[in-house]
């Protein structure tokens, strides 16, 4: 059984950090591209920020330069670091594994950025 379990999310005052983790079992981690996906109420779901399976990362162009995704294969874990937090940042994130057509989700994290 495939399970991708956030955590770290919260309240966090603007200008905050905070650091998602993501826990990946049952898929092979390694061969897998992984993402942070952030759904906002009202909007869509968007992507934050991708690493293969290679190490190679993008971003969405809100979150560049404050963002940092990382991967850790040896923990079947993701990471995304978030510093200087802004309210508009506030959303449920949701962790993503994807292997050709293999397509996972996490069930999300909520993250709030307010004073």
């Known amino acids: 059984q495939v399970q991708l379990v956030e955590s770290g999310g919260g309240l966090v005052q603007p200008g905050g950090s905070l650091r998602l983790s993501c826990a990946a079992s049952?898929?092979?981690?390694?061969?897998?591209?992984m993402a942070w996906y952030r759904q906002a109420p009202g909007k869509r779901r968007e992507l934050v920020a991708a690493?293969?399976?290679?190490?190679?990362?993008n971003y969405a162009d809100s979150v560049k330069g404050r963002f940092t995704i990382s991967r850790d294969n040896d923990q079947r874990t993701v990471y995304l670091q978030m510093n200087s937090l802004k309210p508009e940042d506030s959303a449920v994130y949701y962790c993503?594994?994807?292997?050709?057509?293999?397509?996972?989700w996490g069930q999300g994290t909520q993250v709030s950025v307010s004073s």
């Open positions: 049952g898929i092979i981690f390694h061969v897998h591209d």
């Open positions: 993503n594994a994807q292997y050709y057509s293999s397509d996972h």
């Open positions: 690493i293969t399976d290679k190490f190679s990362t």
